[in-house]
């Protein structure tokens, strides 16, 4: 079974922190994706990566960045918390089979980060 | 760009009932669709996906789902639904053109009754 680890379900952190979400991956799968999860707005995508140093913004990427030095692991960086930072943070990986895309992406099971 | 409407934020059925969780999705070509679940304080878990061919796809924990290509419709289904069913649901849409660009719905909470 694929297994999607993220280093903490929950963090508070103070406003103008910088904040470090981590997830490492043991499937060896080349993408990587974070979302952030909000009541009625389901799941919107920060960032993905498909591959070491490779990485293109989703949907809401202000006020965050990333980093993939290794294929297992994809960091998302909060560069100064702000209150409605405050959310659910997912992190999903899948496995690229040269232009299939088809394939389901495996979660972790979230980061509840909480920014006073 | 795609898009992914889940038109019922909750669905109550009693235990034993068969169940439906509605979802229409828009994607300017051909659609690969998805439905995950969420149990709570967890993350997304895979149910089923439709790629091509056969309009019902079956899935994990006896969910099957049907895709209508003239109503762009994946909704999710269950003949006898169980308490243990109670989750969000969450339907996703991926252009077949483009990888990586999923679009989920605001998902659907499903509440089974005993």
């Known amino acids: 079974d694929v297994k999607v680890t993220q280093s903490s379900r929950y963090l508070v952190k103070r406003t103008g922190e910088k904040v470090f979400l981590e997830c490492v991956q043991d499937?060896?799968?080349?993408?990587m994706f974070w979302y952030r999860q909000d009541p009625g707005l389901g799941l919107r995508l920060i960032y993905f990566?498909?591959?070491?140093?490779?990485?293109e913004k989703g949907d809401i990427p202000e006020g965050y960045s990333v980093s993939r030095e290794k294929k297992e692991r994809f960091s998302l960086i909060l560069e100064s918390a702000s209150t409605n930072q405050t959310s659910m943070y997912l992190c999903?990986?899948?496995?690229?089979?040269?232009?299939?895309?088809?394939?389901?992406?495996?979660f972790g099971d979230g980061t509840r980060l909480s920014i006073l | 760009a795609q898009s992914v409407a889940q038109p019922e934020d909750q669905v109550n059925v009693a235990e034993g009932n068969p169940l439906t969780v509605k979802c229409t999705y828009s994607?300017?070509?051909?659609?690969?669709l998805f439905w995950y679940v969420q149990y709570p304080n967890r993350g997304l878990q895979f149910l089923l996906k439709?790629?091509?061919?056969?309009?019902l796809v079956k899935g994990s924990y006896g969910f099957e789902a049907e895709f209508n290509k003239s109503q762009t419709s994946f909704h999710l289904k269950k003949p006898s639904a169980l308490v243990s069913d109670s989750a969000l649901y969450f339907c996703?849409?991926?252009?077949?053109?483009?990888?990586?660009?999923?679009?989920f719905g605001a998902g659907t909470r499903l509440t089974v009754k005993p």
């Open positions: 999903a990986s899948s496995l690229w089979r040269g232009g299939d895309s088809n394939q389901p992406q495996h």
């Open positions: 499937m060896d799968h080349e993408n």
């Open positions: 990566s498909y591959d070491v140093k490779m990485k």
């Open positions: 994607v300017s070509g051909n659609p690969y």
């Open positions: 439709y790629i091509t061919g056969d309009n």
């Open positions: 996703a849409v991926r252009d077949i053109r483009k990888n990586n660009d999923m679009r």
